[in-house]
């Protein structure tokens, strides 16, 4: 069965660094996610990304960070300068009709 | 814009014991619903989803769930827990607008003792 995989699985930086988090949709999906969950909240939406451009954004996705599709398989969710906030499991999902199938998730902790 | 509520951060209950996980959502149209289950330290892996047609739906390791709207509530049951339920359940809507992404609750952990 197709699943959406992501790398890495942890990521440890420090604060100020640039971080790449990595996600491969399923294959033959048109729409990509990003979510990010801090430890013990919820699931949170950042962005929603088509046709090789964001659709949507939320506030939490600040100009610290950028999506792109650099190749037809490849989606990946850049930090420029990380903040001990930004500490959380990000999730990538993909979507082809109703449902979002989600990564494994990439968690991020940043000292 | 659509919300979901989810009553109960933590709910116990005995093996083999009902389960229920209740939420109630809020939207102007009619919703697209879903429940997502995590395990420890893993991602989201779908259980079920209410889109149109029969308002009971069932999903994997035996839950359903029921939508009804003149409660507006999608409460998950399962009706004999096992010890590998035990994990965080999260209620989720798809929004209406832009590329429909989900919008989740606060989420509910399950704990099912011996």
């Known amino acids: 069965e197709p699943e959406v995989t992501q790398t890495p699985s942890h990521q440890v930086t420090q604060m100020g660094q640039e971080v790449i988090l990595r996600c491969v949709p399923i294959?033959?999906?048109?729409?990509f996610y990003w979510y990010r969950q801090i430890l013990g909240q919820k699931v949170e939406f950042l962005v929603s990304?088509?046709?090789?451009?964001?659709?949507?954004k939320s506030e939490i996705f600040d100009d610290q960070f950028s999506v792109e599709r650099p190749d037809g398989s490849n989606f990946t969710l850049k930090i420029r300068s990380t903040k001990l906030e930004d500490s959380a499991m990000y999730f990538c999902?993909?979507?082809?009709?109703?449902?979002?199938?989600f990564g494994p998730g990439t968690r991020l902790t940043v000292t | 814009a659509q919300s979901v509520t989810q009553l109960g951060s933590h709910v116990s209950v005995s093996e083999g014991a009902l389960v229920l996980l209740r939420c109630n959502y809020s939207?102007?149209?009619?919703?697209?619903l879903f429940w997502y289950v995590q395990y420890p330290n893993q991602g989201l892996q779908l259980l079920l989803k209410?889109?149109?047609?029969?308002?009971l739906v069932k999903g994997i390791n035996g839950f359903e769930a029921e939508f009804k709207k003149s409660e507006t509530s999608f409460h998950l049951t399962k009706p004999s827990a096992h010890m590998s339920d035990a994990a965080e359940y999260f209620c989720?809507?798809?929004?209406?607008?832009?590329?429909?992404?989900?919008?989740f609750g606060t989420g509910t952990r399950l704990l099912v003792s011996p």
């Open positions: 990304f088509y046709n090789n451009e964001i659709s949507e």
């Open positions: 939207s102007s149209v009619p919703p697209y």
């Open positions: 999902a993909s979507k082809s009709s109703y449902e979002q199938y």
């Open positions: 294959s033959n999906h048109l729409y």
């Open positions: 989720a809507v798809r929004t209406d607008t832009g590329f429909q992404k989900l919008v």
């Open positions: 209410y889109t149109t047609g029969a308002t």
